[in-house]
Antibody, heavy 117, light 109 residues
């Protein structure tokens, strides 16, 4: 059974750094693109970017390029999303998602990130 | 970057009725790369349709997708109470870029 299990909710202050994780199981982690989707409170889905864990090829939405870093550790089947300096506007639910042939077939449960002073 | 515009923003219908949701792209989208998702409050999205018209595993046949080029449609033939949710279309294009539409909220009338 394919599963994507994300790390728990985070509460951070503006300017702090953060790295959240997504562990894949039940499939070949290195052979599938995995990415991140943001959902701000009461808003729609925004595609952030993806990584191919097999060779770390990474693509970002222009809206998120330079704002976040996507990485993966294939030895532990885990993808990451990180910020070097959080802003209040980064407050959102973040979903990891397995991408397959042009669509997302599996989603993580979501990680709620709250940034507040 | 391809922009997807969904309409209507909110659709108010009763159980048993037929729902028609629209997704219009700013440029032509390959049929192979147009998908639809359902999201209920407090839950992650769920894949309904991929390749414009193929139902994902376990999706009831009252859900169907159609369209090509820049105009795509999700149809729910007879609404069940559990179908009231937010629906998103999504496309995949060049350079491995994906985009979502802004969503259509399907609410009980």
């Amino acid at each position: 059974e394919v599963q994507l299990v994300q790390s728990g909710a985070e509460v951070k202050k503006p300017g702090e750094s953060l790295k959240i994780s997504c562990k894949g199981s039940g499939y070949s982690f290195t052979s599938n693109w995995i990415g991140w989707v943001r959902q701000m409170p009461g808003k729609g889905l925004e595609w952030m970017g993806i990584i191919f864990p097999g060779d770390s090829d990474t693509r970002y939405s222009p809206s998120f390029q330079g704002q976040v870093t996507i990485s993966a550790d294939k030895s532990i089947s885990t993808a990451y999303l990180q910020w070097s300096s959080l802003k209040a506007s980064d407050t959102a639910m973040y979903y990891c998602a397995r991408h397959l042939s042009g669509h997302v077939d599996y989603w993580g449960q979501g990680t709620l990130v709250t940034v507040s002073s | 970057e391809i922009v997807l515009t969904q309409s209507p923003g909110t659709l108010s219908l009763s159980p048993g009725e037929r729902a028609t949701l629209s997704c219009r792209a700013s440029q032509s989208v390959s049929r192979s790369y147009l998908a639809w998702y359902q999201q209920k409050p407090g839950q992650a999205p769920r894949l309904l349709i991929y390749g414009a018209s193929s139902r994902a595993t376990g999706i009831p046949d009252r859900f169907s997708g159609s369209g090509s080029g820049t105009d795509f449609t999700l149809t729910i033939s007879r609404l069940e109470p559990e179908d009231f949710a937010v629906y998103y279309c999504q496309q995949y294009g060049s350079s491995l870029m994906y985009t979502f539409g802004q969503g259509t909220k399907l609410e009980i009338k």
